[in-house]
């Protein structure tokens, strides 16, 4: 069995922004830098002190900004640290020996800057996302059988962004990434139906992934986007409305051939989502008054949707609500945060509650189907490793953080009994 890790990053560095035309220099981002003390860092502990601040350093574009993570992706001392080159995409033949060593066939990589960035000025959008998009495709080349990525668009020149999509699909792409709302516009909004037809056409699943546009605004400081924990649920919100979008709409009926993933805010959201759907078609005359009418699993596979869940989520429960098809799983390798588990493909196996054919589905067969990758490609070595990833250690010291302790203690346990 392989693995297929629907989520990880890149890091930009101030190469990506090499790629702009000389004419387009002035809107090359900018490198802020914070002296200690100045920036804080994720709100604020339980008993309601400051956690501590530390020196940072942030891309600035226009009035947005977005995290610039050191080269090893290590933001605080309890994560991991990966070796230089893995992230900003200088040495793809070290991450591919990572996903050996992880058991990982493919791997998506998804922007950082592009999480959070909200770009204003469409010239500005286009120049900053087709010089992303050539640094991916560029720094990519050779390796886009077992390092996928998902582009960009420039959704304010809707032109720009079909040229996009092209030199995307002609440079190892799988995907397409959009936030929840888009410079205002839900996804349901016949704007984006050109996209949506090109993407169709050109085999490009449309990826939605955590993230909310970051902007100088009330009560966000700039350089934290999340002042207070509860922030951190306008980042997910972002998830529901575009959940809602496909669900609400007839997209599905329009696109039949479009895939959807939702990535990166576990699966659990769903739920909530598609009760009150079918409350609301129920108070709009859709079904009768009082007889709503549930989303059935069903209509899940109709629709070509796929949602990729955390490891520690009722599985089973949502594997019944939403349809064992449309589960998948990420690592979200390069970063370290809340979705953060370069083991999840394992602890998914390792669930006693989860059965191995839902298991398989999770790690492997949903997450081929999404992104439209081969079956028989399996590169990967057949047993994964639970530390000792190469590249990849503790930022603290000893064997990378891979998986939870009980799934740990438990190799362990059969690996001595074994040896």
Known sequence: MGFIDVDSHALEVPATWDYLDPKEEHFRPQVLTFEAGSVIRLGARANNTALPRTPSQLW???????????????????????????????????????????????????STFFIGAELDNPLEEAALTRSYNRWVGESLSGYTDRLKWVVRPPLRLMDRALQELEYAANHGAAGIHLRGIEHGYYLCDPYFFPLYEKAQDLNLAIVVHNGATIRKGPATPIGNFTPHPPALMGQLVNLMYAFHAVLSSDIPERFPRLRWGFIEGGATFTLPVMHQHARRDMSIGVTPFLDAKPVHPEDIERMNVFVAVETDEDVPYLANALGEQSLIVGTDFGHNDLGTELGAHQTILERQDVRDSLAQKIVNDNGRALYDIDPKFQPAPAEPAFEDIPHVHAAAGGPAIVVPTWVRDKKRIQRSATV
Do not use: K
Request: avoid cysteine; proline fraction near 6%.
């Open 60 to 110: 600035t574009a226009g009035d947005t900004w977005a995290r610039y993570t050191p080269a090893h992706g290590a933001m605080s001392p309890h994560v991991n640290m990966y070796d230089a080159g893995m992230l900003d995409l200088t040495d793809p033949a070290a991450r591919v020996e990572a996903l050996d060593a992880l058991g990982i066939d493919v791997q998506v990589i998804f």
